[in-house]
């Protein structure tokens, strides 16, 4: 359709979209090496980063030294600049789920929603949890103690694929 002009926009724009887009578009690349000017591509696909930067809550999942399973909703929110999930909030650093993941560094990440019905959707990460002291810059309300989570394997489901068509990486 060359030559014929586009549509004219409304002057109402939703900024959210238009900042998700924005930031999946520039996190999807990070810079190892200014002089060799090499790019690499995220683990996480442009999709995956505009969903996860939409939402507030997920859940960690962590293993205690007996082997028991402890899962929890967490605030997190998404590092561009180093493609890793950051965990942290409130009391953190005093609770079990911080410990959990201190001993052992495992830890599984999921974030889910249904938009609507039968529309399932969400990312699970599953990678190794670095303890860090760096809670209140990113939030200042926080605890200083923080997990960041360093992705080793990434399924999603209704976000690249169909509802009920998970896909599954390593990274």
Same mark, same amino acid.
């Given at each position: ?27 999807? /690349? ?12 995220s ?7 505009? /969903? ?6 997920g ?10 399973p ?25 609770s079990k ?13 999921v974030?889910?929603?249904a ?5 399932p ?23 200083p ?11 999603s ?6 509802? /009920? ?5 390593a990274?």
């Open positions: 359709m060359a030559g014929r002009p586009l549509p004219a926009r409304s002057p109402v724009v939703n900024i959210v979209e238009v900042v998700l887009v924005r930031v999946a578009r520039l996190c999807s /690349y990070r810079r190892h090496s200014p002089q060799k000017r090499r790019v690499e591509l683990v996480f696909t442009p999709a995956e980063i505009t /969903y996860l930067v939409s939402q507030r809550l859940r960690l999942a962590t293993v205690d030294a007996e082997g028991d402890h899962v929890v909703p967490v605030r997190f929110r998404y590092n561009p600049a180093l493609d890793t999930i950051d965990v942290g909030g409130r009391f953190f650093g005093r789920k911080f410990r959990d993941a201190q001993q052992d560094g495992r830890v599984a990440f974030v889910d929603d938009p609507g019905p039968g529309h959707r969400g990312i699970e990460v599953r990678g190794r949890a670095e303890p860090l002291n760096e809670g209140q810059l990113i939030w200042p309300d926080a605890d103690e923080m997990l960041r989570i360093r992705p080793t394997r990434i399924a489901w209704g976000i690249d694929t169909a509802p /009920y068509a998970p896909s599954g990486r990274v």
